[in-house]
């Protein structure tokens, strides 16, 4: 068993040594448990071990605290049922501590919006201001670990950062050798900001997220606006004040809920029983999660068919020959819960509700309680192509030598214009124009 890692294969090399160790050691199966990267690199071994007539079948399981690796065949990842329950326990104690409302702000609302750093600061102000109003000093603000990335100006600075990173420039004359625009960004920075700003990136390439500080940015931003407009008369309330919380580690340590722990058994079952079948490079999975656990459905997907190839037009990682990767699954903005969510934003942003949750239950009435985006979405993909399959057993029971000419002409007539549909909604066959 290893343990958990922000690295990824890069090198034939590497690929060689994992190889290499798996016939050494005889292994029959290699389950790999992780997130989007790890089954991404779980996809090329599989392909490797192939190749080299291999007996090491490879396997992946869907575990992620990010909760980013969803798609028709993943409904959900083991461990985001855990963080969701602690870090609303967390927040609902600060909301009680503060008699406060929420506001929430997504990452994929600003990248969405293209709103500046500025932008967010106004909005935060304008809320702060409007809840002033109405006599209410308090309110919690929830950022996104990844917020910072969100945002164009910041973005565009941490490519340039990392491009230099990636040319071997040294941390102290890396500010040199912004191009003017990035650098007067960063000189508008804070100085703790700036330094953080500055540090490598992960072995994926990505900003080490949890060491930049957001929340106090935004926090140093506001209060700079908010004396202005006090000063300006056009803010007459009390002096603004911020605390600021990170909670990046808390969730994390936990002790995983009742959801995650059937989730995560059930999962290793499912893993063994692929392996004793002798597939390859397939993940195991498990459908209709929001039901009880009696009525999920077990099974397994090929990691291929999760893949898509995306290239790099830009930044340090430029390439014009794609990879094929397993990609992060953002916050559908045309989704259900993100539609709920906007639906209630003034109730939520205006009234103080909120719920305080309690720690993690094993028993009792809350202990199946599952995240909200889980119950509300519609993702029974396999179920769905059950039911079509039943329909077209049932079409062809109906349509046979035998049925009356109007049955054949409307069987025709109907299947002639859903395939014409399916073929503008499908992209087309490789070898067909």
Request: charged share 20%.
């Given at each position: ?5 922000k ?11 994992a ?6 050691l005889k ?27 291999c ?11 990010y ?5 028709q ?13 602690v870090?609303?326990q967390l ?39 409007a809840?002033?109003?109405?006599g209410?000093?308090?309110?919690v ?20 950062i ?8 040294s ?21 703790f ?6 540090l ?11 060491q930049?500080?957001?929340e ?6 506001v ?8 000063k300006?008369g056009?803010?007459?309330?009390k002096?603004?004040?911020?605390i ?18 059937d989730?995560?058994?059930?999962l ?5 029983h692929?392996?004793a ?8 999975t ?8 009696s009525?999920w ?42 539609e709920?969510?906007t ?12 719920r305080?949750?309690?720690p ?8 199946d ?5 889980l ?8 179920g ?6 039943s ?21 025709l007539?109907s ?19």
């Amino acid at each position: 068993m290893l343990g958990r890692t922000k690295d990824q294969i890069r090198t034939n090399e590497q690929v060689k040594a994992a190889l290499d160790a798996c016939q050494e050691l005889k292994l029959d199966g290699l389950v790999i448990v992780g997130g989007v990267t790890s089954n991404t690199d779980g996809a090329q071994l599989a392909e490797t071990f192939a190749e080299a007539k291999c007996q090491t079948k490879v396997v992946g399981v869907p575990v992620t605290l990010y909760g980013d690796l969803k798609n028709q065949f993943v409904e959900a990842d083991v461990g985001f049922d855990t963080i969701c329950k602690v870090n609303s326990q967390l927040i609902s104690n600060i909301c009680t501590d503060a008699l406060s409302a929420e506001k929430v702000i997504l990452s994929e609302e600003i990248s969405s919006s293209k709103l500046t750093l500025f932008d967010i600061t106004k909005r935060i102000c304008d809320a702060v201001q409007a809840r002033a109003e109405e006599g209410k000093y308090h309110g919690v603000i929830l950022l996104p670990e990844g917020l910072i990335e969100s945002i164009p100006e910041v973005h565009a600075l941490l490519q340039e950062i990392h491009a230099l990173h990636k040319n071997g420039v040294s941390v102290d004359k890396i500010s040199a050798q912004l191009s003017p625009w990035a650098s007067a960004m960063f000189k508008f920075l804070p100085p703790f900001i700036k330094k953080q700003l500055l540090l490598s990136p992960e072995s994926d390439d990505s900003a080490q997220l949890s060491q930049i500080e957001t929340e106090k940015l935004l926090a140093q931003l506001v209060e700079i606006e908010m004396n202005t407009r006090s000063k300006n008369g056009t803010y007459k309330g009390k002096k603004f004040n911020s605390i600021c919380h990170f909670f990046g580690y808390q969730a994390r340590g936990s002790l995983p809920s009742k959801f995650d722990c059937d989730y995560a058994y059930v999962l290793g079952h499912v893993s063994y029983h692929l392996l004793a079948a002798g597939v390859n490079g397939y993940m195991a999975t498990i459908t209709n999660l929001k039901n009880p656990v009696s009525e999920w459905c077990c099974g397994g997907a090929p990691l291929t068919a999760m893949m898509t190839v995306k290239r790099l037009l830009h930044g340090p990682g430029v390439s014009l020959i794609g990879k094929p990767s397993i990609h992060p699954a953002i916050v559908d903005l045309r989704g259900k819960p993100y539609e709920m969510l906007t639906k209630d934003a003034e109730k939520f942003l205006m009234n103080d509700l909120y719920r305080n949750p309690g720690p993690l239950q094993f028993e009792g009435p809350g202990s199946d309680g599952k995240p909200f985006s889980l119950c509300v979405e519609d993702q029974d993909y396999m179920g769905r192509v059950k039911e079509l399959q039943s329909y077209l057993h049932k079409v062809k029971m109906i349509v046979k030598p035998g049925c009356s000419q109007q049955v054949l002409k409307a069987a025709l007539s109907s299947m002639s214009s859903v395939v014409n549909i399916l073929s503008l909604m499908s992209p087309p066959s490789k070898g067909h124009t």
